[in-house]
């Protein structure tokens, strides 16, 4: 056993878990995410329990109903994914096809999704969290993660990509949903003020979305919400308050350290 635990890829592996577990334990001790709470009083245990059961119901349901359906789909030579060698231009635009696909399905979706009665039947359970948190992602109706989830079934029907493709759309579904519900906000204060940059999403954006639940329906850019007026006036005079916050107590923290005796910090 033991043996098996010492080969290459598993030592890997290892390494890479301890690494992301010491930088969230590290995190955690030194204040860095604390300073980067978007909403420092927003956590509630008895909706993060909720929001628990919620994902794993969700993740049971759909996770099956959309395996079966890529399933037949595959059988049925409906969807492929293309094996043979690409350049990188075609790599990067089928990404970039499908981001920016993505998004334009996303935000008319999410934007449908906040109209009575569907709302009330469909929406308003992920509503519950107005602080949201990395299990606020998972906790959704089964039929809006069915749903969410098919996009790439129907993009595949009409965009066979490469593999080398989808190997980059994949890391990327699996990232923006729990970042965007992270609650704390990583991305620089420049962020929105930069042309080439304030196009994109952050976790502010969609957290005043949940806040106040109007607005900001983006899910992977602010292009549809600037061009149909849907975003925050507000928005980026919020961003950087909570940057001016988290720069504030970093700051304040940082003192604190430098004025601690040094036998007291061995």
């Known amino acids: 056993m033991f043996k098996a635990m010492m080969r290459g890829e598993d ?55 959309l395996g079966l359906l890529n399933g037949w789909l595959k059988a049925h030579g409906w969807i492929s994914i293309n094996n043979a060698p690409a350049a990188w231009w075609q790599i990067a635009f089928e990404y ?20 009575e009665p569907i ?40 965009f066979p990509i490469h593999a080398a493709a989808a190997v980059l759309i994949l890391p990327t579904n699996a990232i923006m949903g729990p970042y965007v519900h992270s609650g704390y906000e990583f991305l620089p204060r420049w962020w929105n003020r930069s042309w080439a940059t304030k196009w994109f999403i952050s976790a502010t954006f969609h957290d005043q979305h949940h806040r106040y639940f109007t607005g900001n329906f983006g899910g992977y850019t602010t292009i549809w919400d600037r061009l149909c007026g849907t975003m925050r006036p507000k928005f980026e005079a919020d961003f950087d308050k909570v940057k001016q916050r988290s720069s504030k107590n970093i700051a304040l923290s940082e003192t604190a350290s430098a004025g601690t005796p040094q036998y007291l910090s061995l």
Request: charged share 10%.
């Open 11 to 65: 030592m890997l592996s290892l390494w890479l878990i301890l690494f992301v577990a010491a930088g969230i334990i590290g995190g955690v001790v030194s204040g860095f995410f604390k300073a980067r709470r978007i909403q420092p009083n927003g956590f509630k245990w008895k909706i993060f329990r909720n929001e628990a059961i919620i994902a794993v119901i969700t993740l049971a349901i759909s996770g099956k109903l």
């Open 96 to 115: 970039v096809l499908y981001f920016f696909l993505f998004d334009t399905y996303f935000y008319w979706l999410h934007r449908w999704m906040h109209k």
């Open 119 to 158: 709302y009330s039947w469909v929406h308003k359970l992920h509503h519950k969290s107005t602080s949201p948190n990395l299990l606020t992602t998972l906790s959704v109706n089964p039929l809006e993660s069915f749903i969410n989830g098919g996009f790439m079934s129907l993009f595949l029907l009409v």
